[in-house]
Structures are given as C-alpha cells and as structure tokens.
C-alpha cells in the first residue's frame, strides 16, 4: 500500500486548482444564476490534456492512471459540480466505455477525437420510466441490413445539447429481457436525432441536461458497441466507472464547504468571538473532515483496483454512495455554519447544497447502493470477472 501522490499526480491536482481558480470561480455564480453552460470551459480542459487524462497515449490521451482522473474531478466539483458532470459522461462513461468495449476502428473513430477533447461523448442509459430498473427501457433498436433502426427516448442526460456522440441503449430483443439490450455509438448529426434542454433544476444549474430522442434513426452496424445483448453488462460497466468520477467529485464539494465554512467561521463573531470556537460548530467542521478523509480514501482504494486492471463495482459503490452522502451533509452543514448569509446567493454555500443533491440520485441512487452494499455483505451478490476489463493502467 502507498498512500502518496506521485509528483505528477501533485503538478495535475495543482494545475486543475490553478484552472478553477481562474477560470471557473470568478464566473460560476453568475452562469448557475444564468442557468448557463459555458463551452469555452470543455475547449480550455482540452487544451490541458483533461479531457481524456487516463485514456492511454496510444488513443490520444494523457495516459495517466485511473486516480489522475479521480484527481481532476475532484478539483473541477470545487469550482462546481457542473464541470465535473461534463468529465464524468465524456470520460467515465462514454471513453473509458468504448476504451473497455470498443473495436480497433472504433476506438479510432470515436475515442481519439474524444481524447484529445476535439468531440464530446455523453451516454443515454436513463428513460422517462426507466431509471434504476434499466430492464424497463422501452428504446428499441431493429436490424435492418447494415443498419439498427433506432427508435425511443432518453431523459435526464447530461450534455444533451452539447455532446457529439452518445453512447445509448435500446433493446434488439426485448423478449430476453436484461440479455436483449444492446449499446450503440450514436452520432448527434444523424437525421432522426435531436435533443431539448430540462428547465428549472434544482441544482447543476451551470449544466446542460435534457432529453434525446430518436426517431427512425439508422445506425450503421459497425456502432454497436460489444456484441448484440451485452448492452445491459456494457451499462454496469460503465457506471463502474462513471461512479468513480462521481465519488472523487464529492470529495472536492466536501472541499469546497470546508473552505467556505472555514473562512466564515474566523470571520463571524457571536457572543464575543469567533463562530469557530464554539463547539457545535467545531462539531459540523469536524464531521466534514472525517467524511473529505474518509471519501478520499474509498476513492482512491477503488482508483488502485482500477490501476491494477482488477474488478471494483463492490469498491466503487460504496465510494459513490458514502462520498455522495457526506457531500449532501457537508454542503447542509456548511449553509448551517453561515445562518441565513448561507440562505443567500451571496455565498457559495447555497449553490453547494443544491449541487450536493443530484449525486445522490445519479448513477445509481443512495437506495440502490445501500441494496448493494448489504447484498455482497450478506452473500447474494458477487462479481466475476468480465470479459472484457478496463485495461489496466500501463506506465511509460
Ligand atoms: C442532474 C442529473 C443528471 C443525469 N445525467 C444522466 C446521464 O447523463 N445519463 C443517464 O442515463 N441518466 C442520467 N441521469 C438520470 C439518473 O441516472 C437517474 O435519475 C437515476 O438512475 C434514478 O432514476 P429515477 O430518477 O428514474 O428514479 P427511480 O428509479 O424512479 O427511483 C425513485 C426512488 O425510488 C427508489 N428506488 C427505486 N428502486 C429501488 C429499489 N430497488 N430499492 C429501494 N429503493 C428504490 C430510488 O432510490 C428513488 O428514491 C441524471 C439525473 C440527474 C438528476
């Protein structure tokens, strides 16, 4: 075990810092108030190699390990969640997805370009009356020669407006149930696409989210991803390490109420002296450090499996749902710690609290991980090795 960052993964967490400070804080209140995402923020992570930071060279990425990538999440939720929603569907997602799954020539198509940043990926899993039971998907995709004719809708998916490509599923068989769901590479310029934004959200306000529908849209044959009925297995996949992203994001928003809340309590006086020094405040500081500390080692445990080439759904989710859960906490506290000035968009803290409460929906929700975490406990859960893995990090 080695608990230190290497010097790179140091430079990388002080660069995205760096970026953040810059580039998003100055901003950020006023494009969540605007309900306004800001593209020019996808271009300039591309320009620093974040967009594709642990996909190998060889597919045009930076080629650093899995944590590198848990690294620049959690600095990117610091400046808001928005931001790190956009990584975690292009790269955990939808990159890492076709990394894991796809063929040579679609690796080429699709993943270099996403890589280097020049394309966004997105991935639809979730439909108006299918979200934690993906089996109720209604989306189908019928072959038709060298085409899937792909019919159905996706909602609540993250860069709807702005994403490129869209890694989707649907079913070719609906009569094998979970084995008749396929997934398919869906280009956003093809005829029978498009896509319409979700007003009024609690939180994410700086984030495109929304719906796509397809309509008649032809799919060539070389887009489906793995093979015809792993859709469902590829899915799971998938969220293994979209969650990851999900957790390290939580980390940094656990950051984020801790600097804000810190600042505040030098700076608040009650009774004739500063908030900090009462106990009950102490007690919600304390409680966000224990839930930063604790996060961060989850994470990068589930970071080192994933370094190491070897399965980590059970490791993931509990990252996923104890991280996203001290977040929700830490952001309540941290509007606690400020009383009503928390009330206000005049401190960040509000935004934090709204921002905290999507994680613990997405990407499997706070029930579905409990579920989880007490079915491989108790013995009726257990994973094999997959058929295809995520590569395992390969160091220069
Ligand atoms: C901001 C945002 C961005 C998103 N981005 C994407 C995206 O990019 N792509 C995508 O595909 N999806 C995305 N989603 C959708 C998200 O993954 C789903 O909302 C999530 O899977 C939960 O599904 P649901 O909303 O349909 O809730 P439901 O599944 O209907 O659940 C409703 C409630 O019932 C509980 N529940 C359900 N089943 C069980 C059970 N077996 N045991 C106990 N409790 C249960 C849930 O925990 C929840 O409390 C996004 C959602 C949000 C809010």
Request: aromatic content about 10%; glycine content about 10%.
């Amino acid at each position: 075990m080695d608990f230190q960052f290497t010097e790179e993964q140091n430079m990388l967490r002080s660069s995205v810092r760096s970026f953040v400070d810059k580039e998003i804080m100055p901003h950020i209140a006023e494009w969540d108030r605007a309900g306004k995402f800001e593209p020019s923020i996808m271009e300039k992570l591309a320009d620093l190699g974040l967009m594709g930071v642990c996909i190998p060279e060889k597919y045009g990425g930076s080629g650093m390990d899995y944590n590198a990538l848990a690294i620049v999440c959690e600095e990117l939720e610091r400046g808001d969640t928005a931001f790190r929603t956009a990584v975690s569907v292009h790269t955990g997602l939808n990159s890492m997805s076709i990394l894991q799954w796809g063929s040579e020539e679609q690796k080429q198509k699709y993943l270099v370009p996403q890589a280097k940043g020049e394309k966004v990926g997105a991935f639809g899993l979730t439909e108006p009356a299918a979200g934690s039971d993906v089996a109720a998907m209604q989306a189908t995709a019928v072959k038709d020669g060298d085409y899937y004719m792909l019919n159905g809708q996706k909602t609540w998916i993250s860069l709807c407006d702005i994403a490129d490509h869209f890694l989707v599923f649907a079913y070719t068989d609906k009569s094998k149930k979970h084995h008749g769901i396929s997934a398919f590479i869906v280009e956003r310029d093809w005829e029978g696409f498009s896509s319409k934004a979700i007003k009024g959200k609690l939180g994410i306000r700086a984030g495109n989210t929304g719906e796509i529908f397809f309509d008649n849209l032809k799919v060539p044959k070389e887009n489906l991803l793995g093979e015809e009925g792993e859709g469902f297995k590829i899915a799971m996949a998938s969220l293994d390490n979209g969650r990851f992203t999900v957790a390290a994001g939580a980390v940094g928003q656990i950051m984020a109420c801790m600097e804000a809340s810190v600042d505040y309590c030098h700076e608040r006086e009650t009774f004739g002296k500063p908030i900090g020094k009462h106990q009950l405040v102490q007690q919600m500081i304390a409680n966000m450090e224990a839930g930063l500390q604790m996060s961060r080692l989850l994470v990068y445990r589930a970071g080192e499996l994933k370094n190491a080439g070897k399965r980590n759904t059970r490791e993931t989710s509990l990252a996923k749902w104890q991280a996203c859960d001290f977040a929700n906490k830490a952001a309540d506290d941290a509007v606690q710690i400020h009383g009503a000035y928390g009330f206000s968009d005049e401190y960040p803290v509000e935004r934090y609290l709204r921002n905290s409460k999507a994680p613990v929906i997405y990407e499997g929700t706070r029930e579905i991980h409990t579920v989880m975490q007490a079915e491989y406990v108790l013995g009726y859960r257990q994973d094999k090795p997959l058929n295809k893995m995520l590569p395992a990090w390969e160091q220069d």
